[in-house]
């Protein structure tokens, strides 16, 4: 079984930077596609970021695209996902998501093992 487990988020104002990460348990970690969805009250879960097992391809949602960089270390079993230039709107619970499939899936249903979730609260 994988456990996945965020940190860094927290309080920032508008324009200010966060690092997320994403330590996962298990020796399988190079094996599956890494995803950051976000979830704001009163909206569906998104799929921010997306990285393929290797690392050497990415995916970013239209909103996030030149302000958010997602990378992994697999040496440290560690997904990572920078986000610069914050605005309200990106407030919400972000979790890291981790899946089989081959490729970067955008859809939840694609994802086999989740985070618990971290709160990231942009400040006007």
């Known amino acids: 079984q994988v456990q996945l487990v965020e940190s860094g988020g927290g309080l920032v104002q508008a324009g200010g930077s966060l690092r997320l990460s994403c330590a996962a348990s298990g020796r399988a970690f190079s094996s599956y596609a890494m995803g950051w969805f976000r979830q704001a009250p009163g909206k569906e879960r998104e799929l921010v970021a997306g990285i393929n097992r290797g690392g050497l391809s990415t995916y970013y949602a239209a909103s996030v695209k030149g302000r958010f960089t997602i990378s992994r270390d697999n040496n440290k079993n560690t997904v990572y996902m920078q986000m610069n230039s914050l605005k309200p709107e990106d407030t919400a619970v972000y979790y890291c998501?981790?899946?089989?499939?081959?490729?970067?899936?955008?859809?939840?249903?694609?994802?086999?093992?989740w985070g618990q979730g971290t709160q990231v609260t942009v400040s006007s």
């Open positions: 998501a981790g899946t089989w499939a081959v490729g970067i899936p955008t859809t939840t249903r694609n994802y086999n093992y």
